[in-house]
């Protein structure tokens, strides 16, 4: 009889192996740095050398194109990938590629030797870069990466010059305090002018835009670039212009090379008094001394440099990359960051120091198909490495972080650690949203959130079948969570699911993905204009909550103030009481204890969620002064939620006598359109509400500009391209609120009920 002593070796023998195993992995886990060439475990790029900027224009004003010149000439790819082939690098998804648009913001990693020094590791510099989208729907994505990048090359159509979008980013930039490099493209096109781009530059962005470079031709006659700083000529030659070739300026070109570059002079010593008093002396500055004033100047958004070239046809791009390592600003240039302290609310400042804490901002979060969800996040300060914990100081919570990547697009990189100033992505996260400050729990700050725009327009959406319902929900909080401009809320009424976000295109792309990537077939209805609400004039009212049913009974009393407030300008600041949101401001003036302090909270959620349901026809309120000025209480039956209720009837009936009325969101058209067709075209804007706000020439086209009402502008593409033989194209924006006149009134009020 076999007494198992056999079986019981063979385990032992397994237990060995499998120990032997562990063994060494954990071994090539620690001693890793024997195994990766690139110094696994250590910075390998001083923070001096390091670069993060983003790519940001209007639509089809070249960025792409440029992202992907980019990567070549720093040989992070061995073929230039190009928009209308579908192949580019950048635009990964595939409604990208089908569409020739970029739709999410796609961060890149390489590495870049200036043009005038040795090839030598010593001498690279890394870019961190984040490619954005141009289009208005998806503009998110550009106002996040403003919010953890150091710097900006701002691309500009050489033909069109400064458009809406660009102005927008612009502004985006302006908040952040990101310099910028402005680079003139399509210098190649029919109808270019770098002159006209750059004045449109001065009259619509800046004054302190200054040339640093002039185009040698123009058009098809497009030969290189003259740069003013070292007043030299340069052509690019060879295999997708990789050669950068120096020359004389052309003799036709000095006396411009000449006048410009004194004036470019003028505008950099006006930066520093020694340098200023020196050159009114007739002591022309070096060209060391010009670079460094300017470096200067730039990094304090005082000086926006101007380059030019063709990253279709291969010229400048290479230069514009010199320039973001002679003048975008290290980590180490820009302020440090500022935070708040969660458990004593007092202000902390963490600068770029691999040896201070670990300080993060989780900027963007991408569903992968693959790794489950990434979580992309800038380091401020300190270090982190895979495998160990963070802590999350705007939930609270404590998770591990499994691994890191580096990001090419839709490529990654793993990598063990990650120091300050870098950008990299975490890998399955749970906790971790858009605008969460991640940290060292020992010493937790939490940073400022990203503010976004509010949804303009919503869809009604249903499942196509019974097992597309679960997984529309699970898709559609995914999706939300990626992109905070994308809102998904239900009708109480109908008990309809509604999504909203940034315009047409936004909500037909986020469809398309529920369908291909989670495999979701919904039905979808009409676009709907996100209209609001308001009130025109002051108002007060009591409300009061009273109820017994022969135990304790519920007693709520307060008396509501409202009174208008001025909507929001994006370009200014609101009260520290007030939320971009709704902009809606909340005043407790209440004195002698008459509504104790404990159901003040109480009153102002009764008010917010009656705000949610609107007065004239249900659509939410906004722009509204709240003031609690009186009230009562009841020593046993008052609670919170007869405060609530209380204060939600007293706020519906002093908004109802404050003359309510209807918003409806304005829109910034510019329709592009040949001059034989300008009568037809201002015909139709006038006739959809529009006002009429300018023309000028675009090239051999003309440009017409409009403030016109969303819900006049569905279906407006096939329109426009019926009346203009397909030879016309419009952007729009969303611009301010403003009140829908009575017969527009009406019939939206009709609609509702």
Known sequence: MYDGRGISGVVIKRKRVVLFIVSGILLIRYLGVFFYP????????????????????????????????????????????????????????????????TITAAAITCFWNKTDQPKAKENLYRFNIIDTPGHIDFTAEVKRSMHVLDGAVCVFDGVAGVEPQSETNWRYADEAKVPRICFI??????????????????????????????????????????????????????????????????????SDANMYRAEMIEKIVEHDDALMTSYLDGVEPTTEQLKAVLRKAIIANDIFPVYTGSALKNKGVQIMLDAVVDYLPSPLDVPPEHGIDPRTGEDIVRHASDEEPFCALAFKLQADPFVGQLTFFRVYSGSISAGSYIYNSTTGEKERLGRIVRLQADQREEVATVYAGEIAAAVGLKGAKTSHTLCDENNPIVLEQIKFPEPVISLRIEPKTKADQEKMGIALKKLSDEDPTFKVTS?????????????????????????????????????????????TKESEAEGKYIKQTGGRGQYGHVRLRLKPLEPINPDKKISKNTTREDHFEFINNIKGGVVPQEFIPAVEKGVREAMERG???????????????????????????????????GFQDAARAAKPVILEPIMKVEVVVPEKFMGDITGSLSGKRGAIEGMEERGLARAVKAKVPLSEMFGYTTQLRSMTEGRASFTMEFDHYEIVPPNVAAIIVASRK
């Open 185 to 254: 493209n399509k210098m190649d096109r029919m109808g270019a002018s770098f002159e006209k781009s750059f004045q449109s530059i001065l009259d619509r962005l800046s004054k302190n835009a200054v040339r640093m470079q002039l185009p040698i031709g123009a058009e098809e006659n497009f030969e290189g670039v003259i740069d003013l700083m070292k007043m030299k000529a340069y052509h690019f030659e060879g295999e997708m212009g990789m050669n950068v070739v120096e020359i004389e300026i052309p003799e036709n070109h000095k």
């Open 615 to 649: 007065i004239v026809a249900g659509f939410r309120l906004v722009d509204i002064s709240c003031e609690l000025y009186d009230g009562s209480y009841h020593d046993v039956d008052s609670s919170e939620i007869a405060f609530k209720i209380a204060a939600s009837m």
């Open 491 to 535: 009708d109480s009424e109908t008990m309809e699911t509604l999504i909203s976000g940034m315009g047409e295109l936004h909500l037909e792309i986020l469809v398309d993905r529920m369908k291909r990537e989670f495999g979701v077939q919904a039905n979808v209805g009409k676009p709907q204009v996100a209209y609001r609400e308001t009130i």
């Open 38 to 101: 690139k110094n696994y475990f250590m910075r390998d790029y001083p923070l001096e050398r390091v670069r993060n900027f983003g790519i940001i224009a209007h639509i089809d004003a070249g960025k792409t194109t440029t992202s992907e010149r980019v990567l070549y000439y720093t040989g992070m790819t061995h073929k230039i990938g190009e928009v209308h082939e579908g192949e580019t690098v950048t635009d990964w998804m595939e409604q990208e590629r089908e569409r020739g648009i």
